[in-house]
């Protein structure tokens, strides 16, 4: 796992490296972030559901304590998707402000393998250490995103550098958690997984 310093920095440096090698993904389309937008959401919900699960379980168990950290590590992963992804319609705001994301094949698109790896990941420490990376570089990455005209400075590109201050904040929060939790070890696998899936995308 990544120092906090090195967290908040990856996104964008691999953003950078990806705008480098694909110039035609510079063009202020979208298409060099699509479809992120779209399945950041799916990724969200189902950490969410899997998370439900596991406090359930808890609960079942007796362990109330550990329960209770799952319900508060709910609470700010619920806070995240309702001042976000999916409370404020994000993937529609950037289908609207670039209609080419709807005639282009999400399959060809380099950010499609990331998000299709991780929902194929079951385990919800791993997706929350991955969701905390993601929140944590988010700033940064939509910074990259703008500079290398991988997305324009419009509504979307200023919703978020308003909203991912926050996202990071509660992300960390969740990070503090969990790392007094019994799940510290597979969250930061979700960590590691990340890096490694942005780390593949531009070799």
Known sequence: MRS??????FRGAIIKKLADRRLDLCDGSGLGFWPVP?????????????????WLNQIKLGEYNTANQLSEVRTRLTQIVAEGDLGEDHAG???KEYPAVKDVQMETLPFFKVCQSILKEDDPFILLG?????ETGSLEAIKTLVKTNM????NF????????IEHEK???EIKTIIFQSPYKWRFIQGCDLH???YEEMVR
């Open 130 to 134: 991955f969701i905390y990376n993601v």
């Open 93 to 95: 705001m950037y289908i």
């Open 157 to 164: 590109a200023q919703l978020h550098l308003v909203e991912e």
């Open 4 to 9: 906090y310093a090195e967290t908040v920095n």
């Open 38 to 54: 779209v399945m950041g959401p799916v990724i969200l919900a189902k950490c969410i559901f899997l998370l439900h699960d596991e």
């Open 170 to 172: 509660l992300a960390n």
């Open 195 to 197: 890096d490694r899936l």
């Open 151 to 154: 997305i324009s400075n419009g």
